[in-house]
């Protein structure tokens, strides 16, 4: 399907990339002149880890491109906190199984910070996309359900109950499902649930499921229906109770899974929510709900874009308190905010990638400054530094924060390995190495992302540790060439002052010590006593045999440091 040429927005040569197209699907689907909606969505029934941000970043970008074509648009994002509660994540205590069945927003928070499970999970997604600027309308299916918001619906559904079953019937699949994603887990299990608690005749496999009004649970199975009344049945299957709910006056129960996102859709009136690849197997949710949302609730399916899986690599040192899965919070201990949302714009969502904590991060940066550099030349705008902008800003957050002086990742990590130190010292070290700066503000959010970084991802084997003390037996067994190029360069570091001339003396000592000048181009003899140099300096410095560019080492460490290591 190659509409790339039909958009509106690419007039005049000017750059077109997924998220144009998306939004003219998006705007197709509203009608000229309506409210464009866009929609997200999550079940925070456990950490909401860094492959999932493509749920709310994908409509992001297609909610901003719309309003910088002044389009009214609303990026709705639903909370399914109503979802029941499957399983006991590891690290929650055992006894929470104790709570499956009942809805996520009533299940008890273990950890006592927030006043339900589906909160505690919440909190910290909303963190995350406030860093990276994604404002959202967020609704609460717990809130909508218990005000009554779906009462007409959930009485559509339940009286085309039968031709809600030939649907799904129809994508019923003979392969035993595989569920990939929360929500197909959820809707697998309704309908096994459905199967195995299926009341009989009319009532098998009904699309609204009470929740027992003695234990709190989804346990239930509907035995008596009036259709007159709207009074529903059940017994619970948990605690014994048999109870009764009316459909029409009260708010005890919810959709099944596969019922319940079409008719979202169709009540929230969306034009575009993106689901993930496991929702285009057929028989999904996805799959049936785009059916069902135009037989049974009279919407159009939404349109969409299917997304990729997203991966990570260096990420065995991490620490992180979502087992081991890196969350976005994660990845901005790490990245500039306009980096994250660099590396889900600049590729279509079918594409799968990876986020590398480990030594790509210095790659990454050095992509990211050198388009940058590219950007702030209007001639060359293209797609790739569309990409940029839709990364660097938002419409309602402005330019998201960028540091006042660009220094290289490379720098910062390498200044923050060496020293170990305070952000201040750092600061400090970098000035000296040729990068200018006005204090610690300017160098942030990067420095102490690099601190971060260079403490958390660098493995231990390949950070630097600078001697507390002189190793003295070393030092006692100096050759005479040796003390002396010791001697010359503590001597010469009285004058050096800058990295230029740190950096001509290091390479010079041996020169020197053969009677040559600085400048004089190096002999195949000074190439070897600079070798043999270096590495007596790793080894009296760092206690190893490399190590970080000895003039940025020896600028980091000071004259006192190096005068006291080198048994000056
Ligand atoms: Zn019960």
Redesign the pocket.
Known sequence: MARGTETKAGSAGAPVDWVTRAADDALRHAGEGNLVTVASGASPSGPIHLGNLREFITPHFVAEELRSRGITVRHLHSWDDYDRFRKVPVGAPAEWAEHIGRPLSGVPDPWECHPSWAEHFKDPLRATLAELGVEMDEISQTEMYRAGAYREQILVAVSRREQIERVLSRHRTKAAPVAESEQEAAALADSVALEEDAGTGDLARFPFRPW?S????D??TATAYDEETHDLAYT?S????EGSTNLATEDGGKLVWKADWPMRWAYEKVDFEPAGLDHMTPGSSYTVGQDLVSSVFGWRAPERVTYAFVGFAGVQKMSSSSGGVPTGADALRILEAPILRWLYVRRAPKQAFDIDFGPQVVRLYDEWDALGRKAADPAKRDAAVLAFERASSTSTVGTLPTPGVVVPFRVLSSVADVTAGSAEQISRIVGSVGHEHQGVDQLEPRLSRAMSWTAEYVPAEERTTVRENPDTERLAELSEREAAWVGLLLAGLETADDLDAVTALVYGVPKLALGMGLDDPPTEAVKAHQKQFFGLLYGLLVDAERGPRLPTLVMALGVDRLRYLLGG
Do not use: I, K, L, S
């Open positions: 027992c003695q234990c709190g649970r346990t239930t619970c948990v605690c014994d109770y």
